[in-house]
């Protein structure tokens, strides 16, 4: 059993930045793949950025957000981030974090998720 945390939520203004952080229990959060989706009010849950396992060294990022936000991720902390700068309006959203134990690296499908964080609100104003 994983438990995902998530932190770091806000409101800030557009063109600000905010840092998510995910806390996962477990001792083998090194092994496990980890992404960020977010859902904004009235929309569906949408993929937003993947790290890989183990040394974290590939990710994949939405079009959306590709040179703005940034994934990484602490071993030695159990926790994986994500970093956003340059933040639009359109980026409001709930977003949470979730761990792929099953080896599939980099997936943008929310099914190849195993374990998911509750969630942290993200409101940019205008």
């Known amino acids: 059993q994983v438990q995902l945390v998530e932190s770091g939520g806000g409101l800030v203004q557009t063109g600000g930045s905010l840092r998510l952080s995910c806390a996962a229990s477990g001792r083998t959060f090194e092994g496990y793949a980890m992404g960020w989706f977010r859902q904004a009010p009235g929309k569906e849950r949408e993929f937003v950025a993947a790290?890989?396992?183990?040394?974290?060294?590939?990710?994949n990022y939405a079009d959306s957000v590709k040179g703005r936000f940034t994934i990484s991720r602490d071993n030695a902390k159990n926790t994986v981030y994500l970093q956003m700068n340059s933040l639009k309006f359109e980026d409001t959203a709930v977003y949470y974090c979730?761990?792929?134990?099953?080896?599939?690296?980099?997936?943008?499908?929310?099914?190849?998720?195993?374990?998911w964080g509750q969630g942290t609100q993200v409101t940019v104003s205008s």
């Open positions: 979730a761990a792929n134990t099953n080896g599939r690296s980099l997936t943008r499908v929310q099914n190849d998720y195993d374990y």
């Open positions: 790290i890989v396992r183990w040394s974290g060294g590939n990710t």
